[in-house]
């Protein structure tokens, strides 16, 4: 297989496939990249277009999408019949504009979205998204895995930058609650203060009630329908502000518990106050419900 790019992470995706025991070739605009990757046993080439004939699945890992077309273009007779995996990070608008031109080229697309940072590459517990060729995809799984969980998700190939953005949005939003309520317990916890890694092991634990929640709000959003059941959005109100005077006492200003008690206030104040906490979404949409 073809890795094109070595920067860090392009160098990292190259090893996990040289310790899955498949033959690479790699390639950079700076030559002289490989390092260790030739003592691993890559093969580095001078051009791109030699690092493409050397395999059918070439794998492209550079800093834009502008980058990747300033390299397949000179090249695009070579890609013909070969599967391109593209693991740049870039919007959905570049991720179909690239797609559209490499199925011209008359071969297959996947874009891929790497879930984790170079040291979580081949670690089976972090995500690689794929959306594009699903012949592609079901093609190439068994060498893709050797850089973590490869997922599938769909033959639009914006699929994997729009899950992307929604996922960091998962992210940022646990980590500055988790961070937020570090800062909580810490202030004021029994006995002296209380550390991050205590707390932590009993969030960790919560996180599984969390998650319940998720997955039965998940289908009120599909619906429509947000019954509130035993924890609706008027009961949520009242514990937001515990939360909120909380952390006013104990000089914790993250601005989260305003923003959340201002986003439930506005959908009480709709008339939802007995529909559940998956209400918001409608408030969160651009419309604002």
Request: hydrophobic share 45%; charged share 15%; net charge negative.
């Amino acid at each position: 297989m073809t890795v094109l790019g070595l920067g860090p992470m392009g160098t990292t995706l190259a090893k996990a496939f040289l310790t899955a025991g498949h033959r690479t070739t790699v390639w950079n605009r700076t030559p002289g990249r490989a390092g260790n990757l030739a003592v691993r046993g890559a093969a580095e080439v001078a051009l791109a277009a030699e690092a493409v004939d050397a395999s059918p699945l070439v794998v492209v890992c550079l800093a834009t999408y502008e980058a990747v077309h300033e390299v397949l273009v000179p090249i695009a007779d070579q890609l013909v019949g070969r599967t391109v995996v593209n693991l740049t990070s870039g919007s959905p608008v570049h991720a179909r504009e690239t797609a559209a031109w490499v199925e011209r080229q008359g071969a297959d697309y996947l874009d891929g979205v790497i879930m984790t940072v170079p040291s979580g590459i081949g670690n089976q517990d972090f995500l690689l998204l794929y959306a594009g060729s699903q012949a592609a995809f079901d093609g190439s799984r068994g060498i893709l895995v050797a850089l973590g969980h490869p997922v599938y998700l769909g033959a639009d190939a914006a699929l994997a930058s729009v899950y992307d953005t929604a996922l960091l949005s998962l992210m940022w939003g646990t980590l500055t609650g988790w961070l937020h309520g570090v800062a909580l317990i810490g202030a004021d916890g029994p006995g002296g203060n209380v550390t991050a890694t205590t707390y932590t092991t009993v969030a960790d634990r919560w996180m599984k009630t969390v998650r319940a929640f998720m997955r039965s709000y998940a289908p009120q959003v599909d619906s429509g329908q947000y019954p509130g059941g035993e924890f609706t959005l008027e009961l949520h109100q009242k514990t937001m502000d515990i939360l909120a005077h909380a952390s006013e006492l104990r000089g914790v200003a993250s601005g989260l518990p305003e923003l959340v008690k201002e986003l439930t206030g506005r959908a009480i104040a709709a008339g939802h106050g007995n529909d559940s906490y998956a209400r918001l979404v409608e408030f969160i949409r651009r419309d604002g419900g």
